[in-house]
DNA sequence: CGCATCTCCAACGTTGGAGTTGGTAATTCG
DNA sequence: CGAATTACCAACTCCAACGTTGGAGATGCG
């Protein structure tokens, strides 16, 4: 049988990411990450290097698939409900990459690909203020910590997913469409000018 | 020498919840929390049982501790920003609190103190609705999901502090007059009637 | 084929950390 | 005082998980 090398390391990878995922990088073992590929675990080590290096493989993985799928700014902000609305799909269809980069956060040290991930909150940041400008958005509130609030707002259903269910008594997927209406209309309440709503 | 068995079991509690909330609990070593207490290993395991058991401990009384700061329900909400704001000066005087709840939604399992809490938010929920029956407050918004969406808007900030310098460029201490105000506005447009506003 | 190189793995050495124990000093009570 | 109880700790056991190794099969090349 011929080698399959790519295959091996693709499943490996998987594996990786999925087990990082849900016990993060403390709670994963290299053996359990193997026997979920079916692969030794000797070909962890060979092709990743040692723990730290797979967790920041597997990252950097994820958050290049984030870049792709990320449409470019530019979009106008007279529905900014949606903009909510579409940071709250995306995080509830990529909880692995939701719950790695907050592992990372809580990990001290500066979050990777700082210079990058500045430049284009900045990019936000400017948009929002011209729309307030444009009378489009509600100037009432600070552009940058308009778009902080505003990522928080459908971020938050996710960051503390046992208090959310303590307080709604709905589990996230039976919740999705009255959670996602909330942060809507809560988007728009905070951003659009009175008259507008 | 008297004995100071509490003396001993505050120090190695509050090592305990700078250890946790630093390094979660998976990262946190029990050697570790009683070198920085300065107290023998053998006393944790004695006064708080095993680690699992300590974690909860240490969570359950920063809940208590929260609770107890929050004003009890009854209050007008007509302040509702002022709730919002105390909220947000609970968090930045206890910042281990939102890391500690970010670690418990992260790990798999049960949350701790389940029942009390959910109690104390449906205290919450249930006051907010009556204000929204009286018309105190707007009933846009389900009042579950309006009490969530308020302790996020504050409680946010806390969590991913990276993501506010980069958006805000400024420090948490610098900013932290100009953040509250956010927090204070925000609630304000979310909960209140348009004409309260 | 003979040799080098690559893929793969079972079994191993080692370490770090959870939890325990046996013993000593302080305190209380009769 | 003396016995019982309690607070305390140094040193220990044990295990889980990281990372390695020596060797066995598969492939390629001259």
Redesign the interface.
């Known amino acids: 049988m011929a080698w399959d090398t790519e295959g091996t390391r693709r499943r490996l990878k998987e594996a990786a990411t999925a087990e990082f995922a ?3 990088p ?2 994963t073992t290299m053996a359990r990450i193997a026997e979920r590929a079916g692969i030794n675990k000797e070909r962890l080590y060979r092709y990743f290097g040692d723990k730290q290096a797979l967790f920041e493989s597997v990252l950097t993985d994820e958050l290049a698939k984030l870049a792709a799928a990320t449409p470019p700014p530019g979009g106008s902000f007279a529905d900014i409900g949606e903009f909510a609305g579409q940071t709250f799909d995306y995080h509830a269809s990529h909880p692995e990459l939701a ?1 790695l980069l ?2 990372e ?4 040290g500066t ?1 990777v690909d ?1 210079a990058n ?2 430049a284009h ?2 990019d936000k ?1 400017r948009a929002v203020a011209a729309a307030q400008r444009d009378g489009v958005l509600d100037d ?3 552009p ?2 308009l ?3 505003l ?3 459908a ?3 996710f ?6 269910k ?4 709905a589990d996230a997927e039976d919740d999705y469409a ?2 996602r209406a ?1 942060v809507v ?2 988007a728009q ?2 951003a659009l000018p ?1 008259g507008r ?1």
């Open positions: 849900s016990r993060g403390d709670g719950r907050q592992w956060g809580l990990a001290s979050p700082q991930r500045t909150y900045q940041v009432d509130l600070d940058a910590q778009v902080f609030t990522i928080g707002l971020a938050w259903w960051s503390v997913p046992q208090i959310a303590m307080l709604t008594g009255r959670r909330c209309r809560a309440r905070l009175p709503l």
